[in-house]
């Protein structure tokens, strides 16, 4: 299973990178270099004997700026977006190690679009500042292992999903590049496949140089296209997790969910929806509460949910947020959450990759497909 959702994963990623590098030969690549300073934060109490010094490393971005061909492009301000080599040292050589990964990043300039005699004017000298969002998977040099490693109860697997999100802002500006600076914060889980799985939360400041790409100075502003107003997709996914103690059998768990969205803008859309779900981990541990036979039935989950999605082209960011309406056995509390990505496939057809979680900790990861009607 793990190899099924990194094969997903590393699909949707290749995919994304082609859909976005159909672009024609005047935005050429460029490349910023970042060393970078921070720390673990330690988001568990069991945590804090792992942070033992500042983590260290850096990050090389090998990125092009989109030529404004396609209305995504200028919806976004002409972002950014390319592939993101991070390496850092934890500053726990012996428990946490150290961790790689490989993303693609899309950098959102969060400047409103400067328009000329109906062109989108892009400056590469002035003011500007950016959000990042990565996607990709990551290595961990050291994993908990109950007879090497046994206090470091973060990662149960050396390959994990990776997650970043950064802030930028140009500094400087000069003929052969600039000098930029920024915040970071990089994720590294398996999603529960493989416990333990608390995850690892690094939290940096970096300087970058980036060089100069040749990028277009004006780009002509495109109609916005035709959107429906409503959204209405049913959807089954599931997934795999462990539970305590670590090292013993995968369990299955999945999820009928129906999303009714409004869609407000190009960009965005709210919906409500309900999701069944059915987690064949919970029953071996509500089994032994009582003496009564615990069936299936009884530890199926009807779950509300609020979600917003960002839509990028034929990809949507999907954040929400859940309710448990109907659970027997509260072993995880009221709450869950879901965030991930849905690509949709011709016009009704769509492929989801998501994670499930309650606050912090994650639940499992969810790879499924589903039927979109459009209104």
């Not at 969060?110 to 969002?133: C, E, P, Y």
């Not at 300087?207 to 277009?216: C, D, E, G, N, T």
Request: aromatic share 12%; with cysteine; glycine share 8%.
């Amino acid at each position: 299973m793990t190899a099924r959702i990194t094969l997903c994963l590393s699909f949707l990623l290749l995919r994304a990178m082609i859909v976005h590098a159909q672009l024609d030969s005047v935005p050429r690549w460029s490349f910023a270099l970042s060393p970078q300073l921070g720390f673990v934060i330690a988001h568990h109490e069991s945590m804090q004997h792992l942070i033992q010094g500042h983590s260290a490393g850096g990050h090389v971005y090998a990125k092009r700026q989109v030529d404004g061909s396609k209305y995504w492009h200028q919806a976004y301000n002409i972002p950014e977006h390319g592939v993101d080599f991070t390496f850092i040292s934890t500053g726990n050589p012996t428990q946490l190690g150290r961790q790689i990964s490989s993303s693609y990043m899309l950098n959102l300039p969060l400047l409103r679009k400067r328009v000329v005699d109906d062109n989108i004017q892009i400056s590469s000298t002035g003011f500007a500042h950016w959000l990042g969002l990565g996607l990709g998977m990551g290595y961990a040099t050291k994993r908990w292992d109950l007879e090497t490693n046994h206090q470091a109860a973060v990662l149960g697997s050396k390959l994990n999903v990776a997650i970043s999100i950064q802030y930028s802002t140009r500094l400087l500006a000069f003929n052969a590049g600039e000098l930029r600076a920024g915040l970071r914060i990089s994720h590294f889980s398996n999603g529960a496949f493989q416990l333990p799985n608390l995850g690892t939360n690094n939290a940096g400041v970096f300087l970058s140089y980036a060089s100069r790409s040749k990028s277009p100075s004006a780009v002509h502003i495109l109609a916005a296209p035709s959107h429906e107003r409503y959204l209405f997709s049913a959807g089954l996914v599931g997934g795999l997790k462990e539970i305590q103690p670590p090292t013993g059998r995968k369990y299955t768990a999945l999820v009928l969910s129906t999303l009714a969205e409004r869609r407000v803008s190009y960009k965005s859309a709210f919906g409500l929806g309900l999701d069944v779900l059915y987690d064949s981990s919970i029953r071996p541990q509500v089994q032994p509460r009582t003496d009564v036979v615990v069936t299936p039935i009884q530890v199926m989950q009807l779950g509300a949910v609020f979600s917003y999605s960002l839509f990028f082209d034929r990809f949507a960011l999907k954040i929400q947020q859940g309710y448990y309406l109907a659970d027997a056995w509260r072993l995880s509390g009221s709450l869950y959450h879901r965030v991930g990505l849905r690509y949709t496939i011709g016009r009704h057809m769509y492929a989801q990759l998501t994670l499930k979680t309650h606050f912090a900790k994650a639940d499992y990861g969810e790879v499924g497909i589903g039927y979109c009607f459009r209104k």
